[in-house]
Antibody, heavy 120, light 111 residues
């Protein structure tokens, strides 16, 4: 059974550049039919797509976050990563990693999520 | 890119049906048959319920069904059960390199 697990710093200060990691187990991140995505959900709000990456390195980013987001992948560790620059309180959210089915454009497996809080 | 519009709430008694709408534009919902629906219980990750407008994953009961007309997609939950009480979000491909946008969410209450 495929499993995804997010990890991150938890609490950061405004203007910092936190990185989050998603570790994939129970399957290979290099399967050609799948991409790997980051989605966030602010408290009490709906999810927001951040960006998606293929194991080959190809990336897609949300137009609203593109200038501050970098997503990368390490196939040797079956992990992919999210870096978000110049964070503000508005970036406080639960961050999920997920598998994206490229053929039908949906997210099927999700991690449990990790809370990133931005506060001074 | 604006979020897709969903009603904030919907409700029904056990055994009844409830339908949730998801309204976008011709650039997302209306332009592609790549609408999916997700169920989210409090404190949990979203769970895929419908993909490609009408298709159900094998672990989702057939009480859940999807449809689309023009720029509006819909999710119908028939034979409501207590465990169906959750938040529901739609998602649609938005064209080109914009892989998608989520809906505003609908809280379903089983009376």
């Amino acid at each position: 059974q495929l499993q995804l697990q997010e990890s991150g710093p938890g609490l950061v200060k405004p203007s910092e550049t936190p990185s989050l990691t998603c570790t994939v187990s129970g399957g290979s991140i290099t399967h050609s039919a799948f991409y790997w995505g980051w989605i966030r959900q602010p408290p009490g709000k709906g999810p927001e797509w951040i960006g998606t990456i293929h194991s080959s390195g190809g990336t897609y980013y949300s137009p609203s976050l593109k200038s501050r987001v970098t997503i990368s992948v390490d196939t040797s560790k079956n992990q992919f990563f999210l870096k978000l620059t110049s964070v503000t309180a508005a970036d406080t959210a639960v961050y999920y990693c997920s598998r994206f089915n490229w053929n039908a454009l949906f997210y099927d497996y999700w991690g449990q999520g990790t809370l990133l809080s931005v506060s001074s | 890119q604006s979020a897709l519009t969903q009603p904030p709430s919907a409700s029904g008694s056990p055994g009844q049906s409830v339908t949730i709408s998801c309204t976008g534009t011709s650039s997302d919902v209306g332009g592609y048959n790549y609408v999916s629906w997700y169920q989210q219980h409090p404190g949990k990750a979203p769970k895929l319920m419908i993909y490609e407008v009408t298709k159900r994953p094998s672990d989702v009961p057939d009480r859940f069904s999807g449809s689309k007309s023009g720029n509006t997609a819909s999710l119908t939950v028939s034979g409501l059960q207590a465990d169906d009480e959750a938040d529901y979000y739609c998602y649609s491909y938005a064209g080109g390199k914009n892989l998608g946008v989520f809906g505003t969410g609908t809280k379903v209450t089983v009376l």
